[in-house]
T-cell receptor
Framework: DGGITQSPKYLFRKEGQNVTLSCEQNLNHDAMYWYRQDPGQGLRLIYYSQIVNDFQKGDIAEGYSVSREKKESFPLTVTSAQKNPTAFYLC?????????????FGPGTRLLVL | KQEVTQIPAALSVPEGENLVLNCSFTDSAIYNLQWFRQDPGKGLTSLLLIQSSQREQTSGRLNASLDKSSGRSTLYIAASQPGDSATYLCAVEGGANNLFFGTGTRLTVIP
């Protein structure tokens, strides 16, 4: 069954703590993305990766970090520097052919601050 | 910077009605425009993708149009059903595979 999985579904962060959100895809896609969704706002791009071992900052990268050591995996770390981390985080992937195909989204992780 | 606007923010219609959702964008230099559906607390599902050289795309009861010069797109849903109730998001692809999203239209179809 091909698709994108994200875990956990809910994540709680304590003050000053780093947390890591998992994103895995078995679609053999080259490109992967992380978005943040806040109520009343559109999705905003945090980081994206077009190929293994390479990634670029999106519009709101401050306070976040990523790695892309494997084609299937693109974990996102929310660091203590991110002062307002409460949001719904969505991971996506695509084949990376610009303009020609859509992005496929995972089910999301909701991050809450204790 | 690209800005995407969706009107209305929310819409309620009785079952069976045809309806139109609107999307506008400020920069016409786009690679494509996409419409997604999002159910509460879930990820996004792609509905239609219109490449910049195309004018419209159709899938079942859905039809999306694109007027790049005026920066507008519409999503037409025919014979609406309660199962169509969801938030519909419009997104345009700019450079570097970036998608710029609107804030969505929350649709409720009343049985």
């Amino acid at each position: 069954d091909g698709g994108i999985t994200q875990s956990p579904k809910y994540l709680f962060r304590k003050e000053g703590q780093n947390v890591t959100l998992s994103c895995e895809q078995n679609l053999n896609h080259d490109a992967m993305y992380w978005y943040r969704q806040d109520p009343g706002q559109g999705l905003r791009l945090i980081y994206y990766s077009q190929i293994v071992n390479d990634f670029q900052k999106g519009d709101i990268a401050e306070g976040y970090s990523v790695s892309r050591e494997k084609k299937e995996s693109f974990p996102l770390t929310v660091t203590s520097a991110q002062k307002n981390p409460t949001a719904f985080y969505l991971c996506a992937s695509s084949e990376g052919r610009r303009g020609e195909e859509t992005q496929y989204f995972g089910p999301g992780t909701r991050l809450l601050v204790l | 910077k690209q800005e995407v606007t969706q009107i209305p923010a929310a819409l309620s219609v009785p079952e069976g009605e045809n309806l139109v959702l609107n999307c506008s964008f400020t920069d016409s230099a786009i690679y494509n425009l996409q419409w997604f559906r999002q159910d509460p607390g879930k990820g996004l599902t792609s509905l239609l993708l219109i490449q910049s050289s195309q004018r419209e795309q159709t899938s079942g009861r859905l039809n999306a149009s694109l007027d790049k010069s005026s920066g507008r797109s519409t999503l037409y849903i025919a014979a609406s059903q309660p199962g169509d109730s969801a938030t519909y998001l419009c997104a345009v692809e700019g450079g570097a595979n970036n998608l710029f999203f609107g804030t969505g239209t929350r649709l409720t179809v009343i049985p």
